[in-house]
């Protein structure tokens, strides 16, 4: 069964530091999606990006990029030089690709907070 | 991209009552979802609503707790019933183009229950 766990329960910061996220996923699918979601205060839930299996090249988007290593199973998400609109929940989701109904797994979340 | 709303935003209820949740996209979508979040908790599926027949339910989900309608491609509704204090949650309803698709999520509804 698919798996996704975040260890990092809550990482607290000062303004302009570097933050990484991790996230290490478990699944028998040879094909799968993964994704980061940012849950502000507010509640919603913002999609960030999505990396599909079969592409292992990391992204960069502004402050923001994403490791991905299908070696450690690892998807990890850097924000550097952070700020305090950063402060949220981050959840890393993992979908597979045999599962007919496209559930999404979710890991436990990890609670950035940025001071100033 | 597909807009997204639900209402209510929030709700304070009485246990032993029941709360219809409604979710609207502002054009048609092949799938819909609906998660439930415990406070300081991750996200869990309850059940995929499917358009025009009954949703399907995850684990640990019943239709009578939760009964889902999906009308139309445009609309669905989730049903919190006989509720007590342990359903207080954020309920959040997603969308998706395909099974394989990204899943964009509405902004929630928090749902305190006394």
């Known amino acids: 069964a698919q798996k996704v766990t975040q260890a990092q329960t809550e990482i607290s910061v000062v303004e302009k530091e570097d933050v990484t996220l991790d996230c290490v996923y478990e699944?028998?699918?040879?094909?799968?999606?993964l994704f980061w979601y940012k849950q502000p205060p507010s509640g919603e839930l913002v999609f960030l990006i999505r990396?599909?299996?079969?592409?292992?090249q990391n992204e960069i988007s502004g402050r923001y990029s994403w490791n991905f290593q299908k070696s450690t199973s690892s998807f990890n998400f850097t924000i550097t030089a952070s700020q305090v609109v950063d402060s949220a929940v981050y959840f890393c989701?993992?979908?597979?690709?045999?599962?007919?109904?496209?559930?999404?797994?979710f890991g436990g979340g990890t609670r950035l907070m940025v001071k100033p | 991209s597909a807009v997204i709303s639900q209402k209510p935003s929030r709700d304070i209820c009485q246990r032993g009552t029941s709360l219809t949740i409604q979710c609207q996209v502002d054009?048609?979508?092949?799938?819909m979802f609906w998660y439930r979040q415990q406070p300081g908790q991750s996200l869990t599926l309850i059940a995929t609503?499917?358009?025009?027949?009954?949703?399907?339910?995850e684990s640990g989900f019943v239709i009578d707790k939760f009964p889902i309608s999906r009308p139309n491609l445009t609309f669905s509704t989730l049903t919190v019933s006989n509720m007590s204090p342990e359903d207080s949650s954020i309920y959040l309803c997603s969308i998706s183009g395909g099974v394989t698709d990204t899943q964009y999520f509405g902004p929630g509804t928090r749902l305190t229950v006394l």
């Open positions: 609503a499917n358009q025009g027949s009954e949703a399907t339910y």
């Open positions: 699944t028998r699918d040879t094909t799968y999606y």
């Open positions: 990396r599909n299996s079969f592409d292992e």
């Open positions: 054009s048609q979508v092949t799938m």
């Open positions: 989701a993992l979908s597979e690709a045999s599962y007919a109904g496209n559930m999404l797994t």
